[in-house]
């Protein structure tokens, strides 16, 4: 059995997807170009498989992502929610 992917880095991938290069991805993300670069790379690793087609500007996403994102969105969306409510609970209990 394989190890799942990082829904992290699956955000990072949409991001990537929504701005169209890495630069705008990584500064709507705040982290650096490098490291927005290396998490695609983790998870292409991780996913076994090319998930973007890059450029020297732009990049496109492949078959392979497009299904991921497409499949993976609501996993995403439920992860960022969860973590929304535990800082809500968190920030009460102070």
């Known amino acids: 059995m394989s190890t799942p992917f990082s829904l992290e880095l699956v955000g990072a991938l949409r991001e990537v997807a929504r701005h169209g290069n890495l630069t ?51 996993l995403v969306d439920l992860a960022t929610r969860i973590q929304s409510e535990l800082d809500a609970h968190a920030a009460s209990l102070s």
Request: aromatic letters at 2%; a positive charge.
């Open 24 to 74: 705008r991805a990584a500064s709507s993300m705040q982290l650096s170009k490098s490291t927005v670069s290396k998490y695609i790379t983790e998870l292409e690793a991780q996913v076994g498989m090319q998930l973007l087609h890059r450029s020297t500007r732009v990049v496109n996403l492949t078959d392979a992502g497009r299904l991921l994102l497409r499949r993976s969105a609501a």
